[in-house]
């Protein structure tokens, strides 16, 4: 499964499996981060690897934040026809334990609930690949479908998550789709990119802008390598109120899928926007 980890690390190398992302600045003093060993997570087989996150320390705390621990539980789905492997599926998501795990387990469940439901269309389209390729006396290629979900960054309050999915099942190359996820740690609602960006005083619409400028550069400026059908801010802006960003230590992370602004040889794109930036009001973009 190499090239699969390699997409998910190409597409979201600024992850980081336990981070601690730096929002909601305030003029106070700024905390310090004391980040806690952590474990790779081997991909490809079941197992459990257990690692802390990093714990934000005030400079004036009256009381210890409490510790929100979490297991990366790794599954392998395997679906056989006649004794031919035709289907198979990779898992790997995060199951936390602590104060507030409960909310925030129930919104990864809810998202792997959605994977389920997707992957069941594609054990009943990879029987059919099956019956084609015997009728045809063509050998069959065992297809695959994998769902990761990611920590990518974490304060005392909010903690953000990307799910990557990973298929070749049924169609003509690899394709793959992300969405992030950022969390109440308190109770597991979910916050918007708006709600996120009031403690800078900066409008999703603003961060969508200064994403668009990236995402032109990233292609020489040549506005003709996208697929639109209104203005690119506007088409980015979609995008984010749509689930299209999250956090991490580097700042806040805008992306767009293959197919959705562009064709697909141009890959992912994505901007990082620095919280310097961010704190500055996105002045000189």
């Known amino acids: ?7 998910v690390a190409g597409m ?3 992850l980081l499996v336990a981070a601690c ?3 909601k600045e305030k003029d106070t003093p700024t905390p310090t981060v004391t980040a806690a060993p952590t474990q790779e997570v081997e991909q ?4 459990i690897t257990n690692f802390l996150f990093p714990t934000v320390e005030p400079t004036k705390a009256p009381e210890p934040t409490p510790t929100l621990r979490c297991n990366t ?30 909310g925030l387990n129930r919104q990864i469940n809810a998202l792997l609930d959605a994977f389920r439901e997707e992957f069941s269309k594609q054990e ?14 063509e050998t069959f290629v065992t297809e695959h479908d ?13 903690i953000s998550c990307i799910s990557v999915r990973f298929t070749d099942a049924g169609n003509p190359h690899p394709n793959f789709y992300q969405t992030g996820h950022v969390f109440q740690v308190s109770d597991g ?14 409008s999703a619409a603003e961060a969508a802008e200064y994403a668009a400028a990236e995402f032109l550069a990233q292609v020489n400026n040549d506005m003709d390598a996208f697929i639109l059908d209104k203005a690119l801010s506007e088409e980015v802006f979609a995008l984010v109120e749509n689930n299209h960003w999250y956090f991490s230590d580097a700042g806040v992370v805008v992306f767009a899928n293959p197919y959705e602004i562009a064709a697909y040889e141009k890959g992912t794109f994505m901007s990082v926007i620095p919280f310097e930036k961010l704190k500055e009001g996105l002045k000189n973009k």
Do not use: H
């Open 1 to 7: 499964m190499r090239r699969k980890v390699f997409v």
């Open 12 to 14: 979201a190398g600024c």
């Open 21 to 23: 992302g730096k929002t």
């Open 44 to 47: 490809g087989g079941s197992g």
């Open 73 to 102: 539980k790794s599954d392998v789905i395997k679906v056989e026809e006649e004794g031919v492997l035709i289907l198979q599926s990779e898992i790997s998501y995060p199951v936390f334990d602590g104060i507030g795990a409960e």
């Open 124 to 137: 009943k389209n990879a029987k059919l690949d099956y019956a084609d390729s015997k009728k045809n006396g």
């Open 146 to 158: 994998d769902f990761f979900i990611t920590v990518s960054g974490m304060t005392e309050e909010l």
């Open 189 to 202: 609602s979910e916050v918007t990119i708006d709600q996120y960006l009031q403690a800078y005083n900066v």
